[in-house]
């Protein structure tokens, strides 16, 4: 199965189940606060969903407190009692589970199902998409550009050779699982990670500016960094976006690109 059609399901799985609740919750009498946190429930499973742990948790944070700015008029006049105060707890614990574990639940998923898929396409030492894949990815993306203008950028990160040389190769491999992991966290699930035959991670940023592309590098970077304990200059980004490095990206497809995938442009 294809991760946008699991997100399809889900999405229209939570929609159904929201507005069975809401339904329900019509009689005898409804409560419009608790029909639109049922609402704020749904968008921050599609915030999970979409947008994987990071959209997720913020996704969820943003429903807490719209929730709880909804409840203030009631509390200020009325005060807490127990049963305002207890939906609030449900609420928050609800919205935390679904937005923050469903995004990290479904960050995994997303791999899980290309390794289902092809076996071949994971990188084992990161776990993120090896170079033939990510290659094979990186083509179809500019394929896109080329043909209906779908803006998307590249980033290339790398890691100082220094932060290696003198680990075991055990060590190694838990570096760098460390640091795909950290770049994993730091992007939206709609983005593509996969590592490069050298050791480099390349980012596929779809519907995404250069602009765009160098504020989502420098998060990136920075969360790598201070996550494997790096200093600042050991972990450097190459930012190329499609509309202004059209001919960059192709020399790096055709660095990286088996030769069926360069021959099939």
Do not use: Q
């Given at each position: 199965m294809k991760y946008a059609r699991f997100e399809l399901l889900t999405i229209g799985a939570g929609g159904i189940a929201v507005l069975a609740t809401m339904v329900m919750s019509l009689q005898p009498q409804p409560d419009v606060i608790e029909l639109i946190a049922q609402l704020l429930l749904l968008a921050v499973l599609i915030g999970a969903v979409h947008w994987g742990r990071k959209g997720?948790?913020?996704?969820?944070l943003a429903a807490i407190l719209a929730y709880i700015l909804m409840r203030v008029p009631s509390v200020t006049d009325?005060?807490?009692?127990?049963?305002?105060?207890?939906?609030?707890?449900?609420?928050?614990?609800?919205?935390?589970?679904?937005?923050?574990?469903?995004?990290?639940?479904?960050?995994?998923?997303?791999y899980f199902f290309v390794r289902l898929e092809d076996s071949l396409a994971i990188d084992e030492q990161s776990r993120v998409y090896n170079q033939r894949f990510v290659a094979q990815l990186l083509s179809n993306t500019m394929s896109s550009f080329e043909r209906y203008g779908a803006p998307f950028s590249v980033v290339v990160l790398e890691l100082a050779p220094a932060l290696t040389a003198e680990l075991r190769p055990g060590k190694v491999a838990v570096l760098v699982r460390t640091a795909a992991n950290a770049i994993r966290n730091a992007i939206r699930l709609v983005d593509e990670v996969g590592r490069?035959?050298?050791?480099?991670?390349?980012?596929v940023l779809p519907h995404t500016p250069k602009n765009g592309a160098e504020v989502a590098a420098a998060r990136v970077r920075a969360g790598v960094r201070d996550t494997v304990g790096a200093k600042d200059g050991s972990v450097t980004a190459q930012v190329m976006g499609a509309a202004e490095d059209s001919d960059a990206i192709h020399v790096l497809l055709d660095a990286i690109a088996p030769p069926a995938v360069v021959a099939a442009e």
């Open positions: 997720g948790m913020v996704a969820a009325f005060g807490m009692s127990a049963d305002v105060l207890r939906l609030v707890l449900v609420r928050m614990g609800t919205y935390g589970l679904i937005g923050i574990i469903g995004g990290e639940i479904c960050g995994r998923i997303k490069l035959d050298d050791g480099r991670f390349l980012l």
